[in-house]
Structure formats: structure tokens, C-alpha cells
């Protein structure tokens, strides 16, 4: 591998009409495993609609990323959000 470096340009992109996303985060650290997870609702033209956020305790990062999603289809659920779209940066989260 060459030490070249380079750009990656990431955005949001909206959900389709009708249709929610959420979008969320879990982070623990490495030496302690304390964490927290957050979420944010938004509508097709990048609204906000709400959010989330919690300090959990300790686990470990898989843990607390799909903490993160179910709260956030809990608050979803609440809200009446049928049409709803996840969107994690884990992989491990969606497998």
C-alpha cells in the first residue's frame, strides 16, 4: 500500500418521499468501555424532527451501536413513524 493520500467527500442523502430516516451513532472507548448513542430523526427535505442522546455505561462498541438503533425504532414507534430508514456507520450493527 502507497502512502498517497486522498479525499473521500460523505453527505447526508435524504430518504424518498414519505419517508423518514434515522440516522445513528454508538461510541465506546477502547480502555474503559464506557459508552453512549444518539440518533436523528429527519423528513425527505433534510428537516429535523428530533433526536436522541444517552450515556448507556459500559459494553462494548457493537453493543452500544445497536443499542443506539433500537432505541431509535422505539422513539420511532412512539411517534408514529411508519415509513422509517435507518441509516449506521456499523457494519457489524447490520449484519
Request: aromatic share 10%; proline share 2%.
Amino acid at each position: 500500500m502507497d502512502n498517497q493520500n486522498y479525499t473521500v467527500l460523505v453527505g447526508w442523502q435524504p430518504p424518498l418521499a414519505g419517508f423518514v430516516k434515522l440516522n445513528t451513532d454508538g461510541s465506546a472507548l477502547k480502555n474503559s468501555s464506557i459508552a453512549g448513542a444518539g440518533g436523528v430523526f429527519r423528513d425527505e427535505f433534510g428537516n429535523w424532527l428530533c433526536g436522541f442522546s444517552h450515556f448507556v455505561g459500559i459494553t462494548t462498541s457493537l453493543s452500544i451501536e445497536l443499542w443506539a438503533i433500537h432505541e431509535g425504532l422505539r422513539i420511532a414507534i412512539h411517534r408514529g413513524y411508519s415509513k422509517l430508514l435507518v441509516e449506521t456507520d456499523s457494519k457489524a450493527a447490520t449484519i
